[in-house]
């Protein structure tokens, strides 16, 4: 069945960076994009930006533009999300979802659950 | 750019129906069918439940209905049962070509 398969739980110190891992299969993985969602503890649902998987291009939130990089290795359907210079605020659970390239996601991660704390 | 509002709480009995509102403007809901709607039960990944303001995924229940006028979104709710109590976002694609999501409203089926 068509699956994201996630990354475990991460611990980080402030100012680390992390790397979550989105491994796809069920479906062919170029042929929608992936759009990496966060929420914080007890808050709501936070897009963070997409991916084009076919052609690469990147589209961040204004929010996250100087900190997150967003990949894909076609060869093993895997997405990735690296977060750089970790704050408190960033504990969240990362959710990689597929995008169907009409604003909308129809399959979510389980989540990935990053906690920064000293 | 400020969330979709939301009512915070929405309630109703098994059997009735509830109405669910998404506010934004005319760069967002207003200026797109690209409203999707999803579920999210404690400690799940939510879940498509309307995309494109009143499309139904294949195995959701015909009971959730979409629906657009003007700057609102809107999403409905039929014949409650106590499954559908959760946590209901909505979602926009906007000028900015970024997707806000609403704060979020909490059903609780009573």
């Known amino acids: 069945q068509v699956q994201l398969v996630q990354s475990g739980a991460e611990v980080k110190n402030p100012g680390a960076s992390v790397k979550v891992s989105c491994k796809a299969s069920?479906?062919?993985?170029?042929?929608?994009?992936i759009t990496w969602v966060r929420q914080a503890p007890g808050q709501g649902l936070e897009w963070m930006g997409g991916?084009?998987?076919?052609?690469?291009?990147?589209n961040y939130a204004q929010k996250f533009q100087d900190r997150v990089i967003m990949t894909t290795d076609t060869s093993t359907s895997t997405a990735y999300m690296d977060l750089r210079s970790l704050r408190s605020d960033d504990t969240a659970i990362y959710y990689c979802v597929r995008d169907t390239g009409s604003a909308y996601f129809d399959i979510w991660g389980r989540g990935t659950l990053v906690t920064v704390s000293s | 750019q400020s969330a979709l509002t939301q009512p915070a709480s929405v309630s109703g009995s098994p059997g009735q129906s509830i109405t669910i509102s998404c506010t934004g403007t005319s760069s967002d809901i207003g200026g797109y069918n690209y409203v999707s709607w999803y579920r999210q039960h404690p400690g799940k990944a939510p879940k498509l439940m309307i995309s494109?303001?009143?499309n139904r995924p294949s195995g959701v229940s015909n009971r959730f209905s979409g629906s657009k006028s003007g700057n609102t979104a809107s999403l409905t709710i039929s014949g409650l049962q106590a499954e559908d109590e959760a946590d209901y976002y909505c979602s926009s694609y906007t000028s900015s070509v970024t997707i806000i999501f609403g704060g979020g409203t909490k059903l609780t089926v009573l």
């Open positions: 991916m084009n998987v076919k052609n690469g291009n990147t």
């Open positions: 069920g479906y062919t993985f170029i042929s929608y994009d």
């Open positions: 494109e303001v009143s």
